[in-house]
């Protein structure tokens, strides 16, 4: 009877891990499979120091897709993450009030042929600078 019931379980076992094979893989995979580009930055001013209240902003065709603020916690590094799909426009705002809002642009259009495993990484500092009243930062 023992083995009757240790039979079952296992074929149960096998049947339940075919159905989800069969099925493929899951949106998530797909959507994950999509990902080329992580990028990761720090804002800094004065030329060396980290900053707080950081507010980092992504964008895709003017739409916020994301939105991070780094803020003085202790565990914190101040660095932020954001890993970008393939053939897409962003836009990465940071801004601090008192700072000139800093703006990058990244384009993930990539010709057919590469790779996407693994996934690209590039680091970056960003630095803000005071606003100055009064005077046109540009």
Request: proline fraction near 4%; glycine fraction near 4%; charge should be negative.
């Amino acid at each position: 009877m023992k083995s009757f019931i240790v039979t079952k379980l296992l074929l149960g076992i096998i049947f339940i891990s075919s159905v989800s094979f069969v099925n493929g893989p899951s949106k998530k995979d797909s959507i994950e499979s999509n990902e080329c580009l992580k990028v990761v930055g720090i804002a800094i001013a004065d030329g060396k120091e980290n900053i707080d209240s950081v507010e980092v902003r992504l964008l895709e065709k003017n739409e916020e897709m994301e939105w991070i603020e780094i803020t003085n916690v202790p565990y914190h590094d101040h660095s932020f993450s954001l890993t970008l799909e393939v053939n897409k426009y962003y836009t990465i705002e940071v801004s601090k009030p008192g700072y000139v809002k800093r703006l990058i642009v990244i384009s993930t259009y990539l010709p057919s042929n590469i790779n996407l495993k693994p996934i690209f990484e590039y680091s970056f500092q960003v630095e803000l600078f005071k606003e100055k009243k009064g005077k046109d930062d540009y």
